[in-house]
């Protein structure tokens, strides 16, 4: 085969992968005008794969931190060699960190206690471009109103508080938000997500719903089909992310759908006609859940009745992300992506949902719905 005809071939093959991607991706692949050193901390857990992957992608050059525990397999392997990865903990062993090396920025994907950010931005600050962090919506102090990026944030009553619960939760990421900015002054990026979704989630907060579908028949569906809910795909926040790196662009920024983009109706008929399993929807009102103490979020997932406290809920607003540029893949692919790895997993671990009303449970209710009304 003459060099030329190796060369048309490779030029075909890679330009069929680039046309795998979405849009937006191909465009920031095109764009990138040269390589950078990213350090990830983490990297092997939902987020971080995604990530790596996406900057592979790009040309760049990858060193990932972590402990070796969760999927030490992820990027074993020969073809992974252009991987540089180092092992320590964040919290007790950052000698693999230390030194005169250098990073255009970091990524840090595992920050859930501000002493750990403090010491690993503490660490890295001098030899870094750009520290960008990963936090949540969960660090605005109320949900009954549509937040921004300037809405007020959650206080801890007790700032030196070091177990990370539902109620600790928020206050402990806005306190790390606060460690990177002090130690990387001016270098610091913010992304706030919401529900975080797709391939490889291991919560099951939102492949509940694909994977209900799947069994078929009756559904329980919480409240209406019109209530809105937010999520984001993985692989747009990993593409976001990167995108924030490559533009070097600080400051904070929210990361989920844009508030009414999704409803609570179009994920279940999206999880549907993924499963392509017979199956009908039963739409049960908020009052009736809550006096069966069938619980939003946990039983019923990615959706919270939009009233009182959470009257906010779904409305988080992310028209800077947007601006900066934040793209979406259309929901039919996120549930049908995140159908296919359910159901690739091993039977006994799809036998044990982490989320989600159990089956026997949901008969109940739908019983005493159906007694109700009747």
Not at 61 to 69: A, H, M, P
Not at 236 to 241: K, N, R
Not at 244 to 253: D, K, N, S, T, V
């Amino acid at each position: 085969m003459t060099t030329r005809r190796r060369d048309f071939l490779a030029a075909g093959a890679a330009a069929a992968g680039l046309l795998a991607l979405p849009a937006y991706a191909r465009a920031a692949i095109k764009a990138k005008t040269q390589p950078l050193s990213l350090l990830v901390l983490g990297g092997t857990g939902f987020l971080g794969p995604h990530f790596v992957e996406a900057a592979r992608r790009r040309g760049h050059k990858l060193t990932l931190f972590n402990r070796g525990k969760t999927a030490p397999e992820k990027f074993a392997g020969e073809e992974f060699s252009d991987i540089e990865q180092l092992h320590g903990d964040r919290k007790t062993d950052m000698k693999a960190l230390e030194g005169e090396r250098r990073w255009d920025a970091v990524l840090d994907t595992s920050a859930y206690l501000p002493a750990d950010v403090t010491r690993s931005a503490g660490l890295l600050a001098p030899r870094i471009g750009q520290y960008l962090l990963v936090s949540t919506i969960s660090v605005y102090a109320r949900n009954d109103l549509p937040a921004d990026e300037n809405s007020p944030l959650a206080q801890l009553a007790d700032p030196n508080v070091s177990e990370v619960t539902g109620e600790t939760y928020g206050g402990l990421k806005a306190l790390c938000e606060a460690a990177a900015e002090r130690e990387a002054p001016g270098r610091t990026t913010i992304v706030r997500p919401g529900l975080i979704v797709g391939p490889g989630d291991r919560t099951d907060r939102f492949t509940y719903w694909p994977a209900r579908a799947d069994r078929g028949g009756e559904i329980l569906a919480p409240g209406s089909a019109e209530d809105p809910t937010q999520f984001i795909d993985v692989r747009d926040l990993a593409e976001f992310l990167l995108t924030m790196i490559e533009r070097r662009r600080f400051g904070i920024y929210n990361a989920d759908a844009a508030p009414g983009a999704l409803t609570m109706g179009a994920v279940l008929d999206e999880s549907r006609r993924a499963a392509g399993a017979k199956s009908s929807l039963t739409w049960v009102p908020a009052d009736f859940l809550e006096a069966q103490k069938v619980s939003p979020w946990q039983d019923m997932p990615a959706w919270i009745p939009a009233r009182g406290e959470y009257a906010g809920f779904g409305r988080t607003s992310v028209a800077k992300a947007q601006a900066a540029g934040l793209r979406h893949r259309p929901l039919r692919d996120t549930v049908r992506d995140t159908l296919a790895y359910w159901r690739q997993l091993p039977a006994e671990r799809r036998a044990q949902p982490k989320a989600g009303i159990a089956p026997e449970r949901e008969a109940e209710v739908l019983k005493a719905w159906h007694a109700r009304t009747t």
